[in-house]
């Protein structure tokens, strides 16, 4: 693909030389090998010159139907609408090419030092709403499917050199160790419960030990602080055992199968908050003026269970499971935890730049909401001459310190099940059967009695495809 425009070329050269006249046909050939050969060795001179470029990326088809009208393509860690609700008690389906994507890799070396350049792109933009009736702030129908915005996923530089890794963009948190215990579901990913969010970021890591055997890495990041009030970079921290001689397949429904070395990744993440007002609020004892730390830990594992050695067609089974715990860390859920929500209840005056569902106040003193999650999966791959891929897996993020978010909702989960089948290196299809469950609470400060707790429940069947090139 590098150098169609290349054979563009040559055919087009080609095609002058056979309409020129008989007589001269012999002395056309002879031009237009010396004219081959000429551009070859410019060609080949000017890619030592700089970097290789590839293009990537694939066409993704999703026929998605919903019990509810919660979610579009990507669940994440939303909340499934409340029964009682149009959108709670009906369903509808949906027809969606707006995960399909394109990527662009170039490849080169520097100083001993092996450079990258990747940026990626999808159509999940961030616009407006989906809205039937067109109201304000939505979309219809036919703009939002038809007409998406295409959107930056990521965009880095990376560089590698005796064990040491620099990675300067956007890219997957450390925290957690995006993207490799991920749910590797056929919906978009990412579900509700796993890690997953791309941010910009200065990383360094080194990795120590045999690329065949045993390693260890270290790694730590600065990332753009969740509040850009704070003035502060997240900074994180990550220490990740391998054990490269122990291997089994593993993939995403988007990605092709991979042989992953068994891992241990644990992970620390720190960010700093602020929140200030000139206007006192909740009365004389109310503080206004208040800076936290809100740290987070978690643990990640993928554990081949069934091997497969490198270049054998044999069957795989892999285990990988996560769990977190912290406070103030929804932003390291898709972006948000719980969708990114609306303000806490009983919060008694606005924050300034900083997201839903991170904190809110108790007794007018500024509180991180604690967050908590855990995944597990277990992934099947048939031999590869047969290609197919069985997934079932279980995520679940919940706060358990008491500050109920917007509309008193505390918990999500989803349990899944999906195949998929290769039917080439390129084309895959997959079908997924998914419930994912929002717990609801009793607001906050009011009578349980008065307010009980339900589950909202969401069922969800996709059958999606994909052409990866």
Not at 37 to 42: D, E, F, H, P
Not at 357 to 368: D, E, H, K, P, Y
Not at 433 to 446: E, I, L, N, Q, R
Request: aromatic share 10%; glycine share 10%.
């Amino acid at each position: 693909m590098k150098r169609s425009w290349l054979m563009s070329l040559l055919v087009a050269v080609a095609l002058v030389s056979l309409n020129m006249p008989a007589f001269a046909q012999s002395d056309s050939m002879e031009d237009l090998n010396a004219a081959v050969g000429a551009l070859t060795s410019k060609v080949n001179a000017l890619e030592k010159k700089g970097p290789a470029v590839e293009i990537h990326g694939f066409v993704q088809q999703d026929v998605i139907n919903d019990s509810t009208q919660s979610f579009n393509e990507t669940v994440g860690d939303g909340k499934v609408a409340q029964n009682g609700t149009v959108a709670g008690d009906n369903g509808y389906t949906q027809y969606s090419l707006r995960n399909s994507r394109i990527s662009l890799l170039a490849k080169d070396t520097f100083g001993g030092w092996a450079t990258k350049g990747y940026i990626e792109s999808d159509f999940l933009g961030n616009g407006n709403a989906l809205g039937y009736a067109g109201a304000a702030g939505t979309e219809t129908e036919q703009k939002f499917f038809n007409q998406p915005i295409f959107r930056l996923r990521h965009a880095y530089l990376q560089a590698d050199n005796d064990g040491w890794t620099i990675l300067a963009g956007q890219y997957w948190s450390l925290f957690g160790w995006n993207m490799d215990y991920v749910l590797a579901t056929v919906s978009e990913a990412p579900t509700m419960g796993p890690l997953y969010f791309r941010t910009p970021q200065l990383r360094v890591a080194k990795t120590f030990g045999d690329e065949k055997g045993m390693q260890v890495q270290l790694a730590a990041s600065a990332e753009k602080p969740d509040q850009i009030d704070s003035q502060v970079p997240n900074i994180n921290f990550g220490l990740r055992l391998t054990l490269n001689d122990v291997k089994g397949e593993l993939c995403q429904s988007t990605s092709a199968q991979k042989l992953m070395p068994l891992s241990i990744g644990l992970g620390l993440r720190n960010a700093y908050y602020s929140w200030n007002s000139l206007t006192p609020a909740g009365g004389a004892n109310f503080n206004y003026n208040q800076n936290m730390w809100g740290s987070a830990v978690a643990a990640d594992v993928l554990l081949p269970v069934l091997p497969v050695a490198e270049g054998k067609d044999d069957p795989s089974i892999v285990i990988t499971g996560e769990w977190t715990a912290g406070a103030g860390d929804s932003d390291a859920f898709n972006g948000g935890g719980f969708g990114g929500g609306a303000a806490l209840v009983n919060t008694a005056a606005p924050f300034t730049n900083l997201d839903g569902t991170i904190a809110g106040f108790v007794g007018g003193n500024f509180s991180l909401i604690q967050v908590q999650s855990l995944t597990a999966q277990i992934q099947i791959a048939l031999p590869k001459s047969i290609g197919t891929i069985f997934t079932a897996g279980y995520g679940e993020i919940f706060t358990p310190n008491g500050l109920p978010l917007g509309d008193s909702y505390n918990d999500d989960k989803t349990m899944f099940v999906n195949v998929m089948q290769d039917f080439t290196p390129e084309i895959r299809a997959g079908l997924e059967v998914a419930s994912y469950d929002t717990h609801y609470g009793s607001p906050f400060g009011t009578n349980v009695a008065q307010y009980p707790q339900w589950d909202a429940i969401d069922n969800r069947i996709q059958l999606s495809s994909w052409y990866r090139f």
